[in-house]
């Protein structure tokens, strides 16, 4: 069941996902949202690591979900944010402004794999953003506290790993966060109490 949920969403989000990055190719108009100061945030490939650990935030979410019903309110919550974030995604595309990075000969295989995944043209929202804090909200709302203060951590984590590694600025993760309390509210208010 878990795993059935686990393979739709991927394909509903590399469907929307990679769709909005060609789509927004042909955008000439780009946003800027960098501010000054992040250009100083210091690039760590590295923490590709901890971005890459997303999708393994997810699935532990899921198990903590147990039950049928609450994992399809999660998968329906996660696709309209996945679809929504990819009309902003071609509507508003951004111009990212942090500094070149390093060749890619330069630069550890985990981060070239998730700078690969990316695709182009995917920042405001950050969806590893959205996406990390969504699950970690939901899986609070069934699990102890101690387990709430671990997801939250993890999906701070995350969304902390987005800027080291030049991937977001402030404000995608700012509206990767919003977007992520709208579904969660939407998820609480849904599913929350039975």
Not at 85 to 94: K, M, T
Not at 127 to 141: D, P
């Amino acid at each position: 069941m878990m795993a059935r949920y686990a393979l739709a969403f991927l394909a509903v989000f590399y469907v929307f996902y990679g769709a909005a990055s060609v789509l927004a190719g042909f955008n000439p108009q780009r946003l800027a949202v960098g501010m000054a100061w992040e250009a100083d945030i210091p690039f760590v490939p590295e923490a590709a690591w901890v971005y890459n650990s997303m999708l393994l935030l997810l699935v532990i979410v899921m198990m903590v979900l147990q039950r049928e019903w609450r994992i399809r309110g999660l998968f329906w919550v996660l696709c309209a944010q996945v679809v929504f974030a990819s009309l902003v995604f071609v509507l508003l595309p951004i111009e990212k402004g942090f500094p070149p990075r390093y060749t890619e000969a330069a630069l550890p295989w985990v981060f070239v794999l998730a700078d690969t995944l990316n695709l182009e043209n995917n920042d405001l929202p950050s969806l590893h953003v959205c996406l990390a804090y969504t699950g970690a909200m939901i899986a609070g709302l069934h699990s102890q506290p101690l387990m709430r203060v671990g997801f939250m951590l993890w999906a701070s984590a995350i969304a902390a790993s987005t800027l080291l590694m030049h991937e977001h600025h402030v404000l995608d993760l700012l509206a990767g966060w919003m977007l992520a309390f709208a579904g969660y509210r939407y998820y609480r208010r849904r599913y929350g109490a039975m």
